[in-house]
């Protein structure tokens, strides 16, 4: 079984920061990718940010570039997503996702249970 678990969300002012982070857990043989997306009432979920564990190739949406920044902690199995700036648009659920090898061959993503940011006016 694999657990993604996040934390650091909450209510905040806008221009105001919040720094997400998510550790994956369980029978894990490999973590391949690790990313965040959201999704705000009324919309499809989207990809915010993304970053390979090997590489660390990262890929942003274009409405966070600048604002955001994804890290990771290859020894901790954790992944971060750092917000300065924050605005009312920002305001959604925010999902870890992370491509998982559970064996070495077999791989999916999985899903936390999402953390929801407010960014208040």
């Known amino acids: 079984q694999v657990q993604l678990v996040e934390s650091g969300g909450g209510l905040v002012q806008a221009g105001g920061s919040l720094r997400l982070s998510c550790t994956a857990s369980?029978?894990?043989?490999?973590?391949?990718?690790m990313g965040w997306y959201r999704q705000a009432p009324g919309k499809q979920r989207e990809l915010v940010a993304d970053?390979?564990?090997?590489?660390?190739?990262?890929n942003y949406a274009d409405s966070v570039k600048g604002r955001f920044t994804i890290s990771r902690d290859n020894a901790k199995n954790t992944v971060y997503l750092q917000m300065n700036s924050l605005k009312v648009e920002d305001t959604a659920v925010y999902y870890c996702?992370?491509?998982?090898?559970?064996?070495?061959?077999?791989?999916?993503?999985?899903w936390g249970q999402g953390t929801q940011v407010t960014v208040s006016s």
């Open positions: 996702n992370a491509d998982i090898h559970t064996t070495w061959s077999a791989h999916r993503d999985y």
């Open positions: 970053i390979t564990v090997g590489g660390s190739r990262t």
């Open positions: 369980g029978t894990i043989f490999s973590l391949n990718r």
